[in-house]
């Protein structure tokens, strides 16, 4: 009977573990993929393995196993207390398993009589493992460690843990004493243990195998790497991803998430999406707004990936999963701020298409709502004024000065934007002085849908050349705000966003 | 003096030499900087397109300085511009104020106008002063010719920086003086060095900064010397990048204020990350053995 629930177990482990390995090979993110079959990739992967076996790299592996593998020196740097948390649940269960699961395959082999009524060892593991658990319940509802948020699959493991040291205690404890009891918890225990080993490659604790991957990987992998490899290595992170939040607690941007509500602005979450797109790539129209946004609204500052404890090239995948998600249409307005400087750095990486189409597709949406701008023949009826516009609530109290624009164009003859282009006009709709002469008129379509909002410098000679201390950059700024609350509003209404594509290929 | 270092996103990642030059030379001053781990962005990429959550972002770290009792010291200088915005409008609307603290109180955070924001700039001038900075400078640089290149903003607008005079700023030249080089007059000084356009414009962003990179080698310059991260990734990273699409050769490398300074103050070239800058500037210790001789 036993064995039988065994080999199902084994059979739904090994099963799981084909699958998930597959998939490294199988599945790709970014939106410059080369283009290979999984077998290329695996054949790649093993020459890649070759590679570093009969190399210096060798030994940087060897050493990344011993301080970050088996020390787990990572975290102990960062958290004493996860790494206390981590050690006490790592040393016990790894304990447990060879001296106890494995004890016929292992210890017996080496000491025939290798038996004890009442194991003080086993107790000794499986406390540890037990006050492992506890630190982990009390980090995340006692403590409350910020942004550790608990998923389903956190508790359920949790739990499973705890019975399975809890039953074998019980069962050590009873065996002198009361057979049916401990017939009882040796049910219970052994039961659990197979849940757990059946569970294993599907929930978070796969990363036993895939975080030691992921560091030794990321050590002796760089930009020069296969990029067939450096892919499956991308594919494999996911995997050795544990959520432990620690990325999205450094987070330069998380305050942001704090306002806005957007999860897929935290690296944890974003990852926690991913493991779950990557294998089908289906995205809705609100889905990939907000994965749009919230991987737009980064800076690039890097502390994702230096926290990181599995030694994860955040910094790469957030590059990748960005590229094919502006790639797959709809816009995000984000493009044409200071966020795209980063992209701007690396524009040699990219394709000439790739990298325009986005940011042109993101100066459309922005520019669609307000027609009248491109229509330069038309006549400006006297009448269009809008007078709701004029009184709109400023923001900021400064850009009421507006008001007090008597147009001697100093705005625009100081302007560098202006400066730039032999016909100003034609590359950038409105000048400064112009767009603060129909904000007067009430031409709400002007001022809005002018380009030189966004080719704005925000250098403020404008604003400091003003005779009449008109708030000119700080105007557009806010020009600017209302600008993409508008462009939201109209894609909404005119449904743009409803067809989001399959792929972003 | 002690300060908090705001070193905001991009130093750390694509300008290590900035923080490693500054915190040498600060050193040296006896000026000691504090790192709060929780410092995060400035606000200033979305003030774009979201005014209250840039005033959030910038807000919460001002509480954070205020919270530890110090007054910031930023590198950066559109961060610097960042939080004295968003510090300026708080004191302008209480009801701003108001709104933030409500947020801020979710971290037990509370901020009442009581940190000072100040420039690396603006600290080494006004809280050590150009004259003690010359005394320190035990190696002088002799004949070397410096275009410096304030930066948009510190300087303005001028009623919230509080920095210089916006129009005929002298801060960073009688800086640049008190190290022995000759801070050069040139007509584009005070102009924007194109960075924040760069991944929107490249063409608009990268023209702007050709400009100011001809003209301050057209001035006579020698090198020029920024003290802002982005004016520094301009000048050095993409001046590489667009001089290599052009086929050409970079006019005008870049070297970043405290490594100016720290040279003059007989600091070695290694600790003042001189090897971490993009173009190499290695040549501009030769004015310095000149003084020697």
Not at chain 1, 146 to 160: C, K, Q, V
Not at chain 1, 379 to 385: G, K, M, Q, Y
Not at chain 1, 418 to 430: F, T
Not at chain 2, 15 to 34: D, H, S, W
Request: with cysteine.
């Amino acid at each position: 009977m036993y064995s039988i629930l065994l080999y199902i177990a084994l059979a739904v482990f090994g099963i799981g573990l084909i699958y998930k390995v597959s998939g490294w090979f199988r599945f790709s993110l970014g939106a410059h993929v080369p283009n290979m079959t999984a077998v290329a990739r695996l054949t790649a992967a093993c020459k890649g393995l070759l590679s570093v076996a009969f190399s210096p790299k060798l030994l940087t592996a060897l050493r990344v196993l011993l301080v970050d593998v088996l020390l787990q020196n990572h975290i102990r740097k960062q958290d004493t207390l996860r790494w206390v948390m981590h050690m006490l649940l790592y040393a016990g269960f790894t304990f447990l398993l060879f001296t106890h699961a494995l004890d016929k395959v292992i210890v017996t082999s080496l000491y025939e009589k290798y038996y004890l009524a009442l194991n003080p060892f086993l107790l000794i593991a499986g406390t540890m493992v037990i006050a492992g658990v506890a630190v982990a319940l009390c980090r995340r509802f006692i403590l409350k460690v910020s942004r550790l948020n608990t998923s389903a699959m956190d508790a359920y493991l949790l739990i499973l843990l705890a019975v399975i040291i809890l039953s074998g205690m019980a069962m050590e404890f009873t065996k002198l004493t009361s057979y049916t009891h401990y017939q009882t918890f040796w049910d219970i225990h052994l039961t659990a243990c197979l849940v757990g080993l059946a569970y294993l490659p599907f929930s978070k604790m796969f990363h036993i195998l895939t975080t030691p991957l992921s560091l030794v990987a990321n050590a002796v992998m760089d930009g020069r790497s296969d990029p067939a490899n450096i892919q499956t290595r991308q594919i494999m992170e996911l995997d050795a991803c544990m959520h432990c939040t620690n990325c999205s607690k450094r987070c330069s941007v998380a305050a942001a998430y704090d306002r806005l509500g957007n999860d897929k602005i935290l690296p944890s979450e974003r990852m926690a999406f991913l493991k779950e797109y990557v294998s089908h790539k289906r995205l809705g129209a609100r889905g990939l707004a907000t994965i749009q946004k919230g991987i737009y609204l980064c800076t690039n500052c890097d502390r994702c990936t230096v926290i990181c404890p599995a030694g994860i090239n955040l910094r790469d995948m957030w590059f990748n999963v960005r590229e094919e998600m502006i790639q797959r249409q709809p816009s995000v307005a984000l493009m044409l701020t200071p966020f795209s400087y980063y992209r701007g750095l690396k524009r040699p990486a990219l394709a000439p298409t790739q990298y325009n189409q986005p940011l042109q597709r993101a100066k459309e949406a922005l520019a669609a709502p307000f027609a009248q701008v491109a229509d330069t023949k038309a006549v400006i009826p006297l009448s269009a004024a809008n007078s709701q516009f004029k009184k709109a609530a400023p923001l900021v109290g400064r850009t009421g000065t507006y008001a007090f624009c008597f147009t001697c164009e100093n705005c625009s003859t100081v302007c560098p934007v202006v400066g730039a282009h032999d016909d100003p006009q034609q590359a950038l709709d409105l000048l400064p002085h112009q767009i603060i002469r129909s904000m007067n008129l009430g031409l709400k379509d002007l001022v809005l849908g002018s380009r030189m909002l966004w080719y704005c410098l925000t250098c403020y000679q404008c604003q400091e050349h003003c005779p009449q201390g008109v708030k000119v950059a700080d105007i557009f700024y806010e020009l600017k705000n209302l600008a993409v609350m508008e462009a939201a509003d109209f894609a909404g209404s005119k449904n743009l966003v409803g067809h989001a594509s399959k792929t972003g290929h | 003096m002690k300060f908090a270092l705001f070193l905001g996103c991009n130093i750390p990642v694509r300008v290590p030499q900035y923080e490693l030059a500054a915190r040498a030379v600060l050193g040296l001053l006896g000026i000691e900087v504090i790192d709060l781990a929780e410092f995060k962005c400035c606000g200033n990429p979305i003030r774009n397109t979201d005014y209250k959550t840039f005033l959030f972002m910038a807000a919460r770290n001002l509480a954070l300085a205020q919270k530890e009792g110090l007054d910031l010291l930023v590198l950066c200088k559109c961060c610097f511009g960042s939080l004295k915005k968003a510090a300026h409008a708080m004191n302008q609307s209480s009801a701003a104020l108001e709104e933030i603290n409500a947020q801020l109180a979710r971290e037990d955070l509370n901020y009442t106008g009581k940190v000072a924001v100040k420039h690396l700039l603006s600290v080494l001038y006004h809280d050590i002063g150009a004259k003690a900075l010359k005394e320190k400078a035990v190696k002088p640089f002799h004949g070397l010719k410096i275009a410096t290149h304030y930066g948009c903003h510190a300087l303005r607008p001028s009623d919230v920086t509080e920095f210089d005079n916006p129009v005929a700023p002298v801060i960073f030249d009688e800086l640049v003086a008190a190290t022995g080089a000759q801070s050069l007059d040139w007509p584009l000084k005070l102009e924007c060095c194109g960075a924040p356009l760069l991944g929107v414009n490249d063409e608009l962003s990268m023209s702007l900064t050709r400009k100011k990179i001809t003209d301050g080698q057209q001035a006579g310059a020698d090198y020029l010397c920024v003290a802002c991260p982005y004016c520094q990734m301009q000048f050095d990273q993409v001046q590489r990048t667009m001089s290599a699409s052009d086929h050409g050769q970079p006019l005008l490398h870049s070297i970043v204020f405290p490594q100016l300074l720290g040279l003059a103050m007989g600091i070695d070239a290694r600790s003042l990350g001189l090897h971490m800058n993009t173009l190499d500037i290695s040549n501009i210790e030769s004015f310095l053995k000149q003084e020697q001789k």
